[in-house]
């Protein structure tokens, strides 16, 4: 497979089939996740691979805390508070028209939150992993995490599997902190679902727009 059909066959898929997954297939796209470049080297990543019952142990304690009510205060804010233009919206078109295939209302809020709660189950998928950093880290090696994790959703789709990145786990820093035995200085910056795609899902024909090349690039001296 080329880099580029790798990167534009890749998109968030948020129902897996029940299909498992290979460790071999997993250790593979790891191993060669790590040749990720980071600034002055510092791989400042560690991956905590979740499948069979710990993975089902994490599901479990989440539905349960969410039945109870229960929330805990977030790991970090996924967008900025007072998301300003043309990002609102951009953020605002994919989630209509994420609800809007799967049939949920603008108003229907518990539908939505039915949706949210999917994430916690990694979309059905059989394998989740968590991208796990050390708390000192600055904003470089948050992007070197960035590109690791891409590397694994490129070479997840070689494999032909497929995955979704997850900020959504950041609202469940406690119970990341008990089931990933994280020590006081590593943060779960990040899930991950990965697996194979349901395709007769319709959540997953969704297609993301991406803006057009003159509107966020700027060529100069050419
Ligand atoms: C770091 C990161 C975190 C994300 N977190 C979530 C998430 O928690 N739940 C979810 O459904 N999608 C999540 N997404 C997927 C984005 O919504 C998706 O990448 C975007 O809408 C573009 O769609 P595409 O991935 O299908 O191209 C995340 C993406 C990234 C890069």
């Keep these: 497979m080329k880099v580029t059909e790798a990167i534009k066959s890749r998109k968030s898929v948020r129902q897996f089939s029940d299909r498992p997954v290979s460790e071999q297939d997993l250790r593979d796209i790891l191993e060669t996740a790590k040749w990720a470049p980071s600034g002055g080297n510092l791989q400042p990543w560690k991956v905590q691979v979740l499948a069979g ?4 142990a994490l599901v479990d304690d989440v ?3 969410l039945m109870s009510n229960v ?7 996924v967008y900025p508070p007072e998301l300003t233009e043309p990002y ?3 953020r605002r078109v994919v989630g209509q028209q994420l609800y809007e295939l799967i049939g949920v209302p603008r108003e229907d809020t518990p539908g939505k939150l039915r949706q949210l709660a999917k994430n916690f189950e990694f ?4 394998v989740g992993l968590f991208f796990v950093i050390d708390r000192q880290m600055e904003i470089g090696q948050f992007a070197d995490m960035g590109m ?3 590397n694994i959703m490129l070479l ?3 494999k032909g599997l497929h995955t979704c990145p997850q900020e959504a786990w950041a609202r469940w820093p406690q119970t990341l902190i008990k089931h990933l035995d994280l020590p006081d200085n590593e943060m779960a910056f990040c899930g991950m679902a990965l697996g194979y795609e349901d395709e007769s899902a319709i ?6 727009e991406r803006e057009d090349f003159g509107t966020f690039i700027t060529m100069n001296g050419f």
């Design 53 to 56: 019952a710990p993975l089902q």
């Design 63 to 65: 539905r349960q805390k």
């Design 71 to 77: 929330q805990e205060e977030p790991e970090y804010h």
């Design 88 to 90: 609102r919206t951009r």
């Design 123 to 126: 979309f059905g998928a059989p």
């Design 148 to 150: 690791f994790m891409q």
């Design 156 to 158: 997840a789709r070689e």
């Design 203 to 208: 959540i997953n024909t969704l297609q993301s």
